[in-house]
């Protein structure tokens, strides 16, 4: 069967039946009416000369009475409005720049436990503070995320820059595009009242990549504490690592020796030599209260 161009086509018929309900074929082709459909509209005028009355009809058959025409105005249909998505639908709002947490007023200590922050904790491989930060997390009364950045770094499986390779542009381009993750991330968390840690071992001689790419990432709310105990801690503890996370220990005297000079820098350290990682966590809430009644200059 041929169909007029841009005429919708038929549905195909079902085995063992006739065309599918609801498909008119006449509805398409108003020139080739179905058996016995009442024709719609006036009939045509005679034919010129034609001077007689109605056609003579089979015996037996009524005359097919005049059906009036059938307007082709559509009908008035009040729009309905589209039902809203219910399911799994949650406006968040979009990550900013994240402010300054506001100080207590007068006199009262800062509550850090109920309190939105954005901390970044610095310090030596094998400082602790990947154990800090998560146990700290796991312990607010607030929703609270640690981002790591090591996790985040490995998140590159082929072409990851291991860091027992050495430091070069490679691992450098790597270690700024999981800072800039890490940034966005807790942009996004903190606009949605989720509190977040990071840990990173961010060196003082380097503060536009570092210290100040860490403002940037994240907003200048971001509150910087630096763990750093004593070189024959870091070494033990960094023994005790496995896989790539594990430095030589000339790599991890050499990396302490640069966070020395966070000394003098007026950024809050934790020397947690002689503490666990419960202890040191509760010490980090005492040196949040004090930076946010007095937040550094960095």
């Avoid at 549905?11 to 039946?17: A, D, E, F, S, V």
């Avoid at 056609?55 to 082709?72: E, F, K, T, Y």
Wanted: hydrophobic letters at 35%; aromatic letters at 6%; proline letters at 14%.
């Amino acid at each position: 069967m041929q169909h007029a161009v841009g005429s919708p086509l038929p549905p195909p018929h079902q085995p063992g039946h006739g065309p599918a309900a609801g498909w008119s074929g006449a509805a398409h082709h108003p020139s080739a009416p179905s058996p016995g459909a009442v024709p719609q509209g006036p009939p045509p005028p005679p034919a010129p000369g034609f001077t007689g009355g109605p056609a003579p009809h089979a015996q037996g058959q009524a005359q097919m009475p005049h059906v009036p025409a059938v307007s082709q105005q559509a009908p008035s249909v009040t729009p309905v409005p589209p039902t809203p998505d219910t399911t799994g639908h949650v406006q968040l709002p979009p990550g900013g720049p994240v402010a300054m947490p506001s100080p207590p007023q007068g006199a009262a200590r800062a509550d850090t436990g109920a309190t939105t922050l954005a901390v970044l904790l610095i310090g030596p491989a094998g400082a602790g503070k990947t154990s800090v930060a998560k146990f700290w997390a796991e312990h607010r009364r607030v929703p609270t995320a640690h981002i790591s950045l090591d996790d985040v770094r490995e998140w590159v499986c082929s072409g990851f820059a291991d860091p027992q390779s050495g430091w070069n542009d490679h691992s450098e381009a790597q270690y700024r595009l999981a800072r800039r993750t890490c940034g966005f991330a807790a942009r996004n968390f903190l606009a949605n009242g989720i509190s977040c840690i990071l840990d990173d071992a961010v060196f003082p001689d380097r503060p536009v990549v570092g210290l100040g790419g860490w403002k940037r990432h994240v907003g200048p709310g971001l509150l910087p504490v630096v763990l750093l105990p004593g070189l024959e801690i870091v070494l033990e503890r960094n023994a005790l690592r496995s896989g790539n996370r594990r430095l030589t220990d000339e790599e991890v005297a050499r990396i302490h020796g640069r966070m020395a000079g966070w000394y003098g820098s007026g950024l809050p350290i934790i020397d947690n030599s002689q503490l666990d990682v419960p202890g040191t966590a509760r010490v980090l809430d005492d040196v949040l209260a004090r930076a946010i009644a007095s937040p550094p200059k960095w």
